[in-house]
């Protein structure tokens, strides 16, 4: 992976992170750190299953890539979320 790869996983990841926070409902006890670390991580492994279902790359905006990767985002928010509150 090059740089030019790696900076378009991070912003990347951080737009999947917000958006999956805002789809959990309720306030969320984690911080920006946080949600960029779950979006990055979520960015990536929604493009690993987006490809194995091979709608990974299509003609246009991959939507159901994107889906995948704020689902994923927002499990990812709430277990940690979850995780947080039980101390």
């Known amino acids: ?3 030019d ?3 378009s996983a991070i912003v990347i990841g951080i737009v ?5 926070r805002l789809v959990v409902p309720g306030r969320q006890r984690i911080g920006v750190l946080w949600t960029i670390l779950v979006g990055i991580a979520a960015a ?3 493009s690993a299953i987006a490809a194995g279902f091979g709608v990974a ?3 246009g905006v991959d939507w ?4 995948i990767q704020i689902g ?3 499990v990812g928010v709430a ?3 979850r995780s947080k509150a039980g101390r």
Request: charged share 20%; proline share 0%.
């Open 72 to 74: 994923l985002a927002a």
């Open 16 to 20: 999947i992170g917000i958006l999956g």
């Open 64 to 67: 159901v890539e994107w889906l």
């Open 1 to 3: 992976m090059e740089i």
């Open 57 to 59: 790359d299509t003609d």
């Open 79 to 81: 277990a940690l979320d």
């Open 5 to 7: 790869g790696i900076i």
């Open 44 to 46: 990536l492994l929604g």
